[in-house]
């Protein structure tokens, strides 16, 4: 069974930058798209940016368009998000999916965790 592994989060003040790795600890990311959610107390847990499986096609929150990129290493099974010109609100929980077929198709298909990784912004 897939089992997904976050890492990369941590303590930034605004306007920094984080990469976020996501990568399978059991089983294997191929052929697979891949999402980025993240999550505040309280409030559900949001799509943040989706990456197909070639790595052909990507897409973005509106709040993250232009200061987040998505990308994968299809030879080292990872996928990333870089995140720049972070603000406070960004602060929250960061988790990675999949799902087992190549497009993103929306958000609502993604339904497998990993433990999560915190991402605080804060000066």
């Known amino acids: 069974q897939l089992q997904l592994v976050e890492s990369g989060g941590g303590l930034v003040q605004p306007g920094g930058s984080l990469r976020l790795s996501c990568a399978a600890s059991?089983?294997?990311?191929?052929?697979?798209?891949v999402a980025w959610f993240r999550q505040v107390p309280g409030k559900e847990r949001e799509g943040v940016s989706c990456?197909?499986?070639?790595?052909?096609?990507?897409d973005y929150a509106d709040s993250v368009k232009g200061r987040f990129k998505i990308s994968r290493n299809n030879a080292r099974d990872t996928v990333y998000l870089k995140m720049n010109s972070l603000k406070p609100e960004d602060t929250a929980v960061y988790y990675c999916?999949?799902?087992?077929?190549?497009?993103?198709?929306?958000?609502?298909?993604?339904?497998?965790w990993g433990q999560g990784t915190q991402v605080t912004v804060s000066s």
């Open positions: 990456i197909s499986s070639s790595g052909g096609s990507t």
């Open positions: 059991e089983g294997t990311l191929a052929n697979s798209a």
């Open positions: 999916s999949s799902v087992p077929w190549f497009y993103c198709s929306g958000y609502e298909h993604f339904n497998t």
